[in-house]
């Protein structure tokens, strides 16, 4: 085949005009190129001796280089003070004051900045630092350029809290006096406000009222609103040197009349800088001087810029919070409704300005709007506060609304961050949030759990499915660890059938390993306090058979993380029974990742053993672990089998019989397994219970009964033995109190004791920091429901067949091969043959 030939030439007139063009573009496109390229000469200059050292190699740059190469070697100046700080100091440091007096903007810049790198960077001691570098920056304090002067300023602050009162008293504080005179200029009045707030901290009392409150009194009477609106914010940081004596003496004299100020921006600091004292001022002075000063305040605001609005809508929660308890009804009213109004500005009228503006104003006074509203949902936990809970609905609940609906992305988002209804907000309080929805924040225990909020299961559901469906992993993860909390929420049916096979299809189709992981520990939790044996058995089987015997190797390693997880949560005998002739076949998996991961299980694996009755489990873990010893092929798995076999052969076994040193653990284990014997008779007494009378008994009945039954640990004696059926009972009457006994402990035991031990459960889940989540507050009543119940978990359901066993079976010999066919993680060839183990279950209560 040959290749087609070239398109021929088109030289219409329309063509030529584009390739003219084009040309062009090529010809701009090349120019700034042109220009950068160094001629001979100016590289010449550039080029620097190789042999020099660091410090001459600075010295050549400072006196004979270009201003980019001084800039440079300034930039470097921190670096060469922790090379060699006596040469630096002797050598460079005064060409970079030769320099500086006709330096640029750049050059002086950089040299703040590595002036106050070595500072922070104690390269050398604060005397020597003092003697070699505070009279530069002093010098460039008032530099013309305002973005050069702030940054020595810094400098300077920062060097204020290292340097001893002596040197601060004659080099700073002597001079500042005349500096702060009306005869200098804007800046250096400016300069020396934020000085003297500075320096109130560093002196006594004595000396602050001497030398330092004149002048303040004077720079708070400047002729210049600018220096006036500067020396007011610094009043807070006097206030807290001088005390509360002097404040209420000097400081707020000045704070009234500098409220009262025809200058907008001296308003605004006085007032900020009143809310932010509040603390300090006594009652009367509160009621009396600064309730009248912010009441005017707030009245005056919407007549003022809009800035103002900014900064009050901003501070409110604060000035509600620290003016508590003064106001009168009416002047509590008064705030309340200036709150709503401030929530909804720029919404009531049309496009929310004036037809008159022209757009650039529009757009800027709606931007400030926005502002407002965005401060006044930052707020709104604190207005909760202000009109008390009890009293949200009636008088917060509309304005809430508002702000959820608010057609400003922001505005939605910091009131959801408020109150935990964006996803990322919501994950860290679902559980105490839940808790309380359920009991509607009276009592812990209820009869119908979410009877009145049936919608909060579909909004679970569907904030999973949104967390899942975005690429923010981190929050999917924390929400699943969070959904542990739902065995104290709602029903277990609800759990099983709506969350239980949602937490399996996680487990086997998700990519991302700590997300498999929470789904799998809260798995683990939900199997915990499920209430129905027949549906406990189904959820066992399914891991055993599609997990632990999967055709993919991954879905194994995600068993021997499940099976970690129960070792933490259910009791010992728990594992043992249903669990741990799974977890030991692996040792004969074909990858050779899983018979590492198992290594590594198989201490834990081992703790659950009682000695004598487990001793024929532990010949059997004994047999793989020996096998493994003798037919392990990967040099890796067979160097972490060899240090798991030293591990194992230092464990000491736990006896039936409560031991001393395993009594805190013994002890914990007892607990699991008498909670779960609970969960067994719950099921049948509750049976019995309906089919006698047809009702069931108070929840509250129920948790009284068993506090008054439940063993106190401490008064445990330290050789009990692990509880046990208790014998029949031949007088009829006291057999039934039993069983009535049972049925109130187990009744009670959803709540109670998941309440007592989710805390604990919950300590172990990994820590990350989730990337954000943000949909709008309300969006999760606009996002279709996905229903997430499977067939598969039904016992008997019409249109499927699933598997599951009969209510009183035993679980059959687990067998490995039931695996989805279409699974991405297969091990293919590896594990063409599945072998079966047969489940021996120990002699004891299921």
Not at 503 to 519: D, E, R, S
Request: with cysteine.
């Amino acid at each position: 085949m040959h290749p087609p030939p070239p398109a021929a030439m088109d030289f219409s007139q329309n063509s030529l005009f584009g390739y003219m063009e084009d040309l062009q573009e090529l010809t701009i496109i090349e120019r700034p190129v042109r220009r950068s390229l160094k001629t001979p000469e100016e590289i010449e200059k550039l080029t620097v001796d190789e042999d020099l050292s660091d410090i001459e190699r600075a010295v050549y740059l400072l006196s004979a280089g270009q201003d980019i190469q001084g800039t440079s070697v300034i930039a470097n100046l921190p670096f060469l003070m922790r090379q060699n700080p006596a040469e630096t100091l002797r050598r460079v440091l005064p060409k970079v004051r030769e320099v500086l007096h006709v330096a640029g903007v750049e050059m002086q810049l950089a040299a703040a900045v590595s002036f106050l790198t070595i500072l922070q960077e104690e390269s050398v001691s604060v005397h020597a630092y003092a003697h070699s570098f505070l009279q530069v920056i002093l010098l460039h304090l008032e530099h013309r350029d305002t973005g050069v002067s702030n940054a020595w300023l810094e400098t300077l602050l920062s060097m204020i809290e290292v340097l001893p009162k002596e040197t601060l008293r004659h080099e700073i504080l002597n001079p500042l006096v005349s500096k702060a005179q009306l005869s200098q200029t804007v800046q250096s009045r400016l300069v020396s406000c934020k000085i003297l707030g500075k320096l109130t901290n560093k002196f006594d009392a004595h000396t602050i009222k001497r030398e330092i409150l004149p002048l303040v009194k004077s720079l708070c009477q400047d002729v210049e609103y600018e220096v006036r609106s500067c020396m007011c914010r610094q009043l807070e940081n006097i206030a807290q040197g001088i005390g509360t004596e002097l404040t209420k003496s000097v400081v707020l004299p000045e704070l009234i009349e500098l409220s009262r100020d025809e200058g907008s921006s001296v308003r605004l600091a006085a007032f900020e800088t009143l809310v932010n004292l509040l603390d300090v001022f006594d009652t009367d002075d509160r009621s009396q001087t600064i309730l009248p000063l912010v009441k005017s305040f707030c009245e005056k605001s919407f007549k003022a810029d809009e800035s103002i609005l900014i900064s009050l809508s901003f501070h409110l929660g604060k000035l509600c919070h620290g003016l508590y308890g003064i106001f009168t009804p009416d002047q509590h009213l008064r705030f309340l409704e200036f709150y709503k109004k401030l929530c909804t500005l720029g919404l009531q009228q049309e496009n929310g300005h004036n037809e008159n503006q022209i757009p650039s104003q529009v757009l800027e006074q709606e931007k400030k709007y926005v502002t407002v509203r965005k401060n006044c949902a930052y707020n709104f936990p604190a207005m909760i506060v202000f009109v008390d809970p009890k009293n949200f609905h009636m008088e917060l609940y509309s304005t809430f609304f508002c702000l959820c609906h608010d057609p400003e992305v922001p505005v939605r988002y910091t009131i959801a961050i408020c109150f935990y209804e964006v996803l990322d907000a919501l994950i860290d309080h679902l559980p105490e949030i839940l808790e309380l929805m359920s009991t509607g924040g009276e009592s812990s225990v209820q009869e119908n759990k979410l009877s009145s909020l049936p919608d909060l299961i579909p909004a679970l559901t569907a904030a999973e499915q949104r967390a899942a469906a975005s690429l923010k992993w981190r929050t999917h993860e924390k929400l699943l660890q969070k959904y542990a909390c739902l065995p104290h929420v709602i029903s277990s049916d609800q759990i099983y059938y709506r969350f239980l096979q949602r937490m399996f299809t996680i487990m086997m189709t998700n990519n991302v390993l700590p997300v498999q992981k929470a789904a799998s520990r809260t798995l683990c939790i939900f199997l915990r306090y499920n209430r129905k044996q027949e549906q406990r058995q189904e959820v066992i089987q399914k891991l055993i058979e599609q997990l632990g015997q999967g055709k993919s190797y991954w879905n194994r390693l995600r068993f021997l993380d499940t099976c970690e997880f129960i070792i933490e949560i259910f009791s010992k005998s728990f594992f043992c029974k249903y669990f741990f002739l799974p977890a030991i076949e692996l040792t004969h998996d074909p990858v050779a990742n899983v018979r590492m991961k198992l290594c590594y299980l198989l201490p834990k694996v081992k703790s659950t053993l009682k000695i004598p009755a487990d001793k024929h489990l532990l010949q059997q873990l004994e047999m793989c672990v020996r096998k493994l010893l003798c037919q392990e092929k990967d040099k890796d798995v067979l160097a972490i089998v060899k240090r798991t076999v030293l591990e194992l052969d230092r464990m000491e076994m736990s006896m039936d019989a409560f031991q001393k040193k395993f009594y805190e653990k013994d002890l914990l284990d007892q607990e699991k397994e008498r909670e779960e014997l609970l969960l067994l008779e719950m099921e049948q007494l509750e049976k019995e219970k309906q089919q006698s009378d047809g009702r069931p008994v108070s929840d509250k009945i129920f948790e009284k009964k068993r506090r008054d039954t439940k063993t106190p640990t401490q008064n445990l004696p330290k050789s009990i033995p692990v509880s046990a059926p208790a014998p029949a009972s031949s007088n009829p009457s006291t057999s039934k109190e039993i069983k009535k006994s049972k049925l109130i402990r187990s009744q009670s035991f959803n709540n109670h004791a998941f309440q007592a031990k989710y805390g604990n459960l919950d300590k172990c889940a990994s820590k990350s920091s989730p990337a954000g989540y943000t949909p709008s507050a309300s969006g999760l009543a606009k996002t279709p429901v996905l229903s997430l119940a499977d067939d598969s978990f039904r016992t008997r359901s019409a249109g499927s067949v699933p598997t599951s066993f009969p209510p009183a079976a035993a679980l059959p010999s687990a067998s490995r091969g039931t695996g989805s066919p279409a699974d991405p993680k297969s091990s293919g060839g590896k594990d063409a043959q599945p072998r079966k183990a047969s489940l021996k279950s120990r002699k004891s209560n299921p």
